[in-house]
């Protein structure tokens, strides 16, 4: 089987959105949990239509979701404003 026809297997985006969900929690920051819900959701859209994309429209719809996922992130965990984050003592005492 193909590489290309490989992503367009559902299962491998969900499997893909694991990974990347396991990435997240080893290096936080929402860095890769945007690119985790937006894998997810490409492979529920494809769960749930069946559809034979090609890989490139896949990487845009991929694209597209993670950057919505990503701001959706980024405006609920942002500081709110006049919020400043204070460190009182040394994380190496």
Do not use: C
Request: no cysteine; aromatic share 14%.
């Amino acid at each position: 089987m193909a590489t290309a026809a490989l992503w367009s297997l559902w299962w491998v985006w969900l499997a893909a959105a694991l990974v990347l969900a396991i990435v997240e929690v080893m290096l936080p920051g929402f860095m890769f949990l945007g690119f985790a819900i937006g894998a997810a959701l490409v492979g529920l859209l494809l769960a749930a239509t069946g559809a034979g994309w090609g890989l490139p429209l896949l990487l845009v719809i991929f694209a597209g979701l993670s950057l919505i996922a990503w701001a959706a992130l980024r405006r609920v965990f942002r500081l709110r404003e006049g919020q400043v984050r204070y460190f009182d003592e040394d994380v190496n005492k």
